[in-house]
């Protein structure tokens, strides 16, 4: 059986293993971290997790995508926070039952990594540091961090699952024709805690709480255990001239997300402030995303994306489930597989990297503007009518796997659809207004004209 | 004094060298070559350089400009090769006496090495490969290839001037709110030579020859041993498909660029192509171009073009020219001086990797179609009659320091006025064929209602 080699052993590396130890292949996960299930804290990433189709479907592919759904907590609305604190608009995501998933990454990232090591051919390598890929000789070369020694490891795929600031890519970027560019955008996050109320949760659970304030904006996502995960995301100027000691801070969460700040509270936001600097948001694109014969990046080594459609990991996953496939298209022949990733699946990534940055635009503010809502609900009206015909944007990308690109064109198809059918309006309308003045026109005359 | 280090030799390490040795700072250059000068064939990019103002400025401001400008070819035209291979039409660059220069990579890198070496403070290290630059420790770490030894070496200053593939741009990649593209494009290009007929140049010595083909393109430059060094611009895919074996390049040269073809012979033709694979063109952009308060990028570390305007070295020799005005005017402050640098220059290397990438589309077919000419032929005599206040687009580039990013401004300010005045000259052309008209129908009337 051929070998596979993952570097990292995050949400999609962890994936990758589970599909490659089905497939039966030899397989060694490299990650520089210990094992996260025997740590107290996991540096790295938080932002909750939101789980939809593209991600479930992949889990599926490997049984487990019941376990994992029913370890998360569903939402079905977005629920915007009017800076009164007091008053809520509802906009439900999709048809009724139509819902997304908040999930803890840590969680999601420990079952994984115990469903692929119940395989025999599954080696994890925990505190193995990625240095480089070497195409030529099909080799990784890590540094085990707990002998302090440099191995070269031979294998027939290497997959790249080291994340956004991945080192397997960074030992490609000067191969000819590689196309590559990151870009941070003007906002940062912090992330905060709401605790449980009187042992319950403190807000209504099953909804993706926003308060879109204009240029930032804080949502919050339920956990499990009845916490919510609070994230503030504003422009770097904004945390440095309006959040730069405790009292600015707390003013600034008083001001804006009234409701939040009682829920914080004081000593909290203070903490979480005093503790952590503002981090940073990225998009990486890439094309290819195969290399050689030999190497293929995944999940965010192949197109970190800002947060703000929710799809980071469920394109990270669906990678997996695409390489799947492909390999039984191909019958597990390497190239002829790699070759046809790039092919298929760039594209895809590229747009919804896209939608992500159009939708920094929504959250942030969009969702207040009224011709934004009516087409929502346009949408979804539409959608219960004409449920194949007819699906929104957001859920296409949200409850189908129909492919990123795919989903870009049918939206621009409604959107022409819907200005053609505002011209014809306007020309009936305008007919019909016409009609009436010639009408009334004669009337007058044939007053007029009364003998 | 303080000190430099200097990462690259080539042609902006090297100009460099030559600013901080009149300024008296300790100099310490790095290239991974041997000497060039000691070498019989220089390994690297050598698509022949045009040297036009800005380059010309930077030179005079280390005694350069009038030796270097002596050892090269002086351009004033374009020399447009139709495909019957015996009709030319001639664009002049701008006003009688104008020109660019056509000047050779390594001659040129040569003197300023020398040049640089004169001073004491001044020292080149040749085989040493940099590893990488450590921001905190403000060190460089070099390879020497003379021992194999590493060195880690601190300075005052660290320039990258290691050209696109920089490895000091590499070690930064990784720091929040670096942001970076690379980005190839479809063209490659191979490069032969034309040499001296009967002991003199085989074509008129003193214009560019473009040989124009819609996708694909050919150009020559004069050199002064009478000489041209001569390239074929094409995609890749016609590379593979139309160019893949003797036969067919020499079928294709015939086909397309006759004269040319007469000129190069058949023989040196399937040297070049068996000897040579078609190199890659690389767009490359980032932001900031300085890095905490001792790293700054320069020349194509920081900004590689497409070649198609010419400005590649021009923009580089530029970049060693604003960075040593703006030591003067902080007085030799570092952090000030580098901070001011990002702020200032950032957006003029944006904007001319732009301007090279539009001039992609004119060298391969613009300069065929009319509207482009009568605009070429409108800004020329716009200018003779209004000399600073209308100079044409490829003279702010080329003939001017204009900061970039002002020639695109004063660019759009003429394209604005152009179509005002059309819509004027529309309106006064439409009120005189009105009254043309009314005058013709009463002279009519009168006629007609003569008694």
């Known amino acids: 059986m051929p070998k596979v080699l993952i570097a990292g052993g995050g949400l999609v590396g962890a994936l990758n293993a589970c599909f490659f130890a089905k497939r039966g292949w030899d397989v060694e996960v490299f990650d520089i971290r210990m094992d996260i299930r025997k740590m107290e804290h996991v540096p790295g990433r938080s932002i909750n997790l939101a789980l939809s189709q593209r991600g479930k479907a992949s889990l599926d592919a490997v049984g487990l995508k019941d376990y994992i759904a029913n370890s998360g907590v569903q939402m079905f609305a977005r629920l915007v ?39 025999d051919k599954v080696n994890f390598n925990f505190k193995h540091k990625i240095i480089k890929a070497d195409i030529k000789n099909k080799e990784l070369h890590v540094h085990d961090l707990n002998t302090d020694q440099i191995h070269k490891i031979k294998g027939d795929l ?31 996050y912090v992330e905060l805690n709401i605790l449980p109320k009187n042992n319950d949760y403190a807000l209504e659970p099953n909804v993706f709480h926003l308060w879109p304030r204009g240029d930032f904006t804080l949502i919050a996502l339920a956990n499990r255990d009845k916490t919510f995960t609070v994230t503030i995301f504003a422009p770097f100027k904004l945390f440095n001239e309006q959040m730069y000691d405790d009292q600015s801070v707390l003013n600034f969460f008083q001001k804006y997300f009234p409701d939040a700040y009682e829920l914080l509270g004081d000593d909290h936001i203070k903490e979480t402030f005093n503790r952590m600097k503002p981090q940073t948001l990225l998009d990486i694109k890439c094309s290819p995303h195969s290399f050689g014969d030999c190497i293929l990046l995944t999940g965010d080594a192949a ?44 594209k895809d990534c590229h747009t919804i990297n896209d939608l992500a940055m159009y939708n920094y635009n929504e959250l942030k503010d969009l969702v207040n503007k009224w011709g ?51 011209k014809i309006i306007s020309i009936i309308g305008a007919i019909t207004i016409g009609a009436i003045i010639i009408r009334k026109n004669q009337l007058i005359k044939n007053i007029f004209n009364k003998p």
């Open 158 to 188: 290497i997959l790249a699952c080291d994340g956004a600031h991945s080192a397997v890519r960074r030992s490609l970027t000067a191969l000819p024709h590689f196309n590559y560019s990151q870009k941070y955008i003007e906002h940062g």
């Open 81 to 119: 926070h009017d800076i009164d604190g007091k008053t809520y608009h509802r906009q439900d995501y999709g048809q009724p039952g139509e819902h997304i998933i908040s999930i803890n990454r840590r969680h999601l990232n420990e079952i994984m990594i115990t469903e692929a090591e119940k395989f």
């Open 372 to 422: 934004y809502k009516i087409r929502k609900k346009f949408d979804l009206k539409m959608n219960k009518y004409f449920p194949k015909f007819w699906i929104p944007l957001y859920s296409m990308v949200s409850f189908t796997q129909i492919p990123y690109s795919e989903v870009v064109k049918k939206r621009a198809w409604q959107d022409n659809i819907i200005s053609k059918s505002q």
């Open 303 to 346: 197109h970190a994306m800002v947060p703000f459609y929710g799809q980071g990991m469920n394109c990270g996953f669906e990678d997996c489930l695409v390489l799947s496939k492909l390999l039984d298209e191909f019958k597990d022949d390497i190239p002829k597989t790699l070759a046809a990733y790039t092919e298929r699946r760039v």
